[in-house]
């Protein structure tokens, strides 16, 4: 039986403080297969609510990972991943950090960062994460986690970095709480 998910942290500076940590010493599309293979299994032995596993590069939006954990996801999925990358893209910080920020008032959201229209293009609901590299300014990769609650989401996205750190090593400042 896979570990259970982990608590999200629910103030701004804990999750600022563990998104710190999430700092790779390389990341490529190997990393990147690695990571979403680990994750779908976990996912796969942990639930049984089909879920989404997307990881994609900051910089030209290709997809390196993709995939259910389990039959049943419905092109919904599709479009909240879509939505969260869109919003650790333009951010730079997890779509957690954003809900939490916002206390998930997407209208106060909207209005603070005058979306109009274009409000429906981000989501403000866990899940999705970015991926940092030592040495690397900025977001290199996003990973999205959808189809379960949004904290249990962000958990799970965070959690497979961590454990990829764990294999590999890190440079990020550390987990504080």
Request: hydrophobic residues 40%; charged residues 20%.
């Amino acid at each position: 039986m896979a570990k259970a998910i982990g608590v999200a942290p629910d103030d701004l500076e804990s999750i600022a403080s563990l998104e710190s940590s999430l700092v790779l010493p390389s990341f490529t599309a190997d990393t990147a297969w690695e990571l979403g293979v680990m994750l779908r299994n976990r996912l796969h032995n942990l639930t049984h609510t089909p879920c989404v596993i997307d990881i994609t590069m900051a910089n030209s939006h290709q997809i390196l990972f993709h995939a259910c954990s389990r039959s049943g996801t419905c092109p919904d999925n599709d479009v909240w991943v879509t939505r969260k990358r869109a919003t650790v893209l333009r951010w730079g910080c997890s779509s957690w950090f954003m809900h939490k920020k916002f206390q998930g008032d997407e209208l106060r959201f909207a209005e603070k960062y005058g979306l109009g229209t274009n409000a429906g293009t981000y989501a403000i609901h866990g899940g999705g994460v970015p991926i940092r590299v030592k040495g690397v300014g900025g977001v290199v990769a996003v990973i999205v986690v959808s189809g379960l609650k949004q904290n249990e989401d962000h958990m799970v996205a965070v959690e497979g970095i961590e454990e990829l750190i764990a294999q590999r090593g890190s440079y990020g400042t550390g987990r504080s709480y």
